[in-house]
């Protein structure tokens, strides 16, 4: 099992942005399925910090 995602960056444009959302979403979404509701919520987590840092940036 894979585990999240580190934010090591921030997307430099809309597209970027919406291609690290949906991997992230994809990986939380598999996380709380297996049960792995630590996970999710730590992917939850960046995914919030992800779309903060995209709507600054703009």
């Known amino acids: 099992?894979?585990?999240?995602t580190a934010l090591y960056y921030a997307p430099k444009n809309a597209?970027?942005?919406q291609q690290q959302v949906k991997k992230l979403e994809q990986?939380?979404?598999k996380f709380a399925q297996d049960l792995?509701?630590?996970?999710?919520a730590a992917i939850r987590d960046q995914l919030h910090q992800l779309r903060e840092q995209?709507?600054?940036s703009e």
């Open 1 to 4: 099992m894979a585990e999240p």
């Open 15 to 17: 597209k970027e942005y």
């Open 36 to 40: 792995e509701f630590e996970k999710a």
């Open 54 to 56: 995209f709507v600054m």
């Open 27 to 29: 990986q939380m979404y």
